[in-house]
Structure formats: structure tokens, C-alpha cells
């Protein structure tokens, strides 16, 4: 046994069953560190995660072996702690690639490769435009078009999130004031935040310098946090979202009902909206299941006094289902995907056209 450096151990096992024996001994030093420890009147416990290398499978000398096993290791933290993983070759192959992404992310970021798409969001009452979401896009020079999951997942687990999450902000106020200078009426432009931005202890201050900075008005922005950020700790989403308030921003809990959250925490936090999730909307019409949870959600969020909006709305079934519930607001492929935002102005404009054309007036 050996202290590689903080609180990073090396343990060295010869044994002719090297797989079976090195199981059976990262489970005893798991339990044994998970075991309660008194300090000052207070139970403490800690937990570990550990890495496995075996040779000569995943390398031929110790200074292979220590790195394959180290990549074993941060591949268990990832997926939970308080757990042990072998090393593979495609564990590799994932760790070089998230790394390739890392870097090129941080180019891209810098050098402004990114773009951000609007989805309309479409009022089920009259039929009117009345905002949208901004979603971040990612075209490489070289690997193509990178999926928002792909790109986002690497973000979060780097912490380029902050940065990727200021870029964002900053480009979607900019996008909301040009389209005000031409005389758009957008009433809302939903914005999306992490889990991890919401720990930023600067985050509201950051947000209130971007909207002086850009003169964007803070009434017409929609930050939406996930319903699963609300668990990871209650009383600071509930006082981020305080902050944010009182910079004069919307509130939305997005993926609503894919979380567990009780019903108390919408109680305890200032929000204006609910989504309910696609996967819910999706199948709504050959699931009854998704259809009692999205006609729940509806009746709950109109029941305490929430706009609700629908996403991933595909065809007009599903759009006949959530007008008959109340829904208040939809977005999805049956109206439109995400385009740029030139087009997203384009189609406004057409939409405006056409509603003008079709609205009667009434004269003396």
C-alpha cells in the first residue's frame, strides 16, 4: 500500500486470480472506509472510489498500469462513488475523446463556434408566437455537428459549464435586444441553467452585469432550471432563484415530473411556469400513463397559479389533448424545430402576416 499524494492510494496485488482477488479487496477497503467515525461528538463517514488495472491486460509496466488505473477510478467517481471499475479499452476510448471535446470546447467557446437556435413557443389560446428557447448548437470545422447532450454532459463534467453558461446569457440578451430594435414583440426568451450554475456563488451578479451590459430588459428573459437541480440542494436553488426574481426574471422548473421532487418544494420557491417534459407529451396519445402524469401536471401547475407549457409537441393530436387539459403554451416540431435566429425573425414576421390577415375588425 502505498499514498500516491492526497487522498489518492495505490494498492499493489499479486495474486494468480488477480481479477477476482482485486474485487474482493476494493469491496473490504470500500466498507471498512464507509464505516462511521466519531469526532467530536458528530458521526462522520467517508466514502472512496477505486480504480483497477490488471496485468498484463491493461499494461505491460507500473507506470500504465498506475495511469489505466487512475482512469478506472475517476470513471467510478463519475458513477456515483463508493464504487470500484475496471479499466477497458473503451473506458480509453471515452476518456481521450471527452478529452478532445474538452479542448475543442474551449476553443470554440473562445472563438465564438457556437450558436444559439430559437424554438418558438406557441400560445394554445390564439395561436400566437409569444417567445422562445434558446438552445446552444455546436457545428465543429472538422467533426460536424456535436449533440447539445454530448457537448453539455462534457461541459458539466469539466466545469466549462460556467463559461458555456455566461456565453450563452450574454448571446440570447443580445439576440432579444436586436430583435426589440426591429420590432419584434417577444415576450419571453427562456434561457436554460445547469444544476451548476445555480452553485455559482456570483451567479445573480453575473446575470445582473450582462443585462446592463446589453440593456436588455429582464422581464422579457425566462431562466429555466431542471427539476432535478431543485433536489441537489433546495435551500440554495431556493435562493438563487430569490436573486434572480429580484433582478426582475421569469422562473421555470423545465422537465417537470421526471425528478421526485415533492410537492412542498414548489411551494417553498418563487416560479412562474412548469414544463412538462417530452418524453410524457411523446406518447401521450398510446400511453395512459403519460397521459394522466401531462393532464396532472396541467391541472397542477394551473391549480396553484403557474403558466404551463408543453414541449415537444410532434403532431396535432397531441396538441388537441393539451388544449382540452388548459395548457397555456407549447413548443415542438409540430409548429417548428430550433432555427437560427435570422429565421426565427423571419418566420415571426410571416406568422404576424398571416394571423393580421385572418383577425376581423370591427369599425363604426
Not at 450558436?115 to 390564439?126: K, T
Request: net charge negative; charged share 25%; aromatic share 8%.
Amino acid at each position: 500500500v502505498s499514498r500516491m499524494g492526497g487522498d489518492e492510494f495505490m494498492v499493489v496485488i499479486e495474486h494468480p486470480n488477480a481479477r477476482q482477488s482485486a474485487q474482493a479487496i476494493a469491496n473490504k477497503i470500500l466498507v471498512a472506509l464507509n464505516q462511521p467515525i466519531p469526532v467530536e461528538g458528530h458521526m462522520i463517514t467517508i466514502a472512496a472510489s477505486a480504480g483497477i488495472a490488471l496485468f498484463p491486460d491493461h499494461g505491460s509496466d507500473a507506470n500504465v498500469l498506475l495511469k489505466n488505473a487512475d482512469v478506472a477510478m475517476y470513471h467510478a467517481k463519475e458513477l456515483g462513488k463508493g464504487r470500484f471499475e475496471f479499466y477497458s479499452d473503451e473506458l480509453a476510448r471515452e476518456r481521450e475523446e471527452q478529452s478532445l471535446l474538452e479542448f475543442a470546447l474551449r476553443q470554440a467557446i473562445a472563438s465564438d463556434q457556437l450558436a444559439l437556435f430559437y424554438q418558438p413557443r406557441v400560445s394554445l389560446r390564439d395561436g400566437t408566437i409569444e417567445g422562445a428557447e434558446a438552445l446552444a448548437r455546436w457545428f465543429h470545422p472538422d467533426l460536424g455537428e456535436i449533440p447539445p447532450k454530448k457537448f453539455i454532459r462534457v461541459a458539466e463534467e469539466t466545469g466549462l459549464i460556467f463559461d458555456l453558461g455566461t456565453w450563452v446569457f450574454r448571446r440570447a440578451c443580445t439576440q432579444l435586444k436586436h430583435w426589440e430594435s426591429r420590432g419584434l414583440p417577444i415576450r419571453t426568451l427562456s434561457i436554460n441553467f445547469s444544476a451548476r450554475q445555480l452553485l455559482m456563488r456570483d451567479l445573480a451578479d453575473r446575470v445582473s452585469a450582462i443585462l446592463s451590459e446589453v440593456g436588455c430588459d429582464p422581464r422579457k428573459i425566462e431562466v429555466e432550471i431542471t427539476e432535478t437541480s431543485m433536489l441537489f440542494d433546495v435551500q440554495t436553488t431556493k435562493r438563487v432563484i430569490t436573486a434572480l426574481k429580484r433582478l426582475g426574471l421569469r422562473i421555470s422548473i423545465d422537465d417537470f415530473g421526471t425528478g421526485f421532487s415533492s410537492l412542498s418544494h414548489l411551494q417553498q420557491l418563487d416560479i412562474d411556469a412548469l414544463k412538462v417534459d417530452q418524453t410524457f407529451v411523446r406518447d401521450l396519445l398510446v400511453d395512459a400513463g403519460d397521459a394522466a402524469i401531462t393532464r396532472a401536471v396541467i391541472g397542477l401547475g394551473r391549480g396553484i397559479g403557474l403558466q404551463v407549457i408543453a414541449e415537444g409537441v410532434e403532431n396535432a393530436r397531441q396538441l388537441a389533448f393539451l388544449k382540452e387539459c388548459g395548457c397555456d403554451l407549447y413548443q415542438g416540431y409540430h409548429f417548428s424545430p430550433a432555427i437560427s435566429g435570422t429565421s426565427f425573425e423571419e418566420l415571426m414576421r410571416l406568422h404576424l402576416q398571416a394571423t393580421a390577415k385572418t383577425t376581423p375588425r370591427v369599425g363604426r
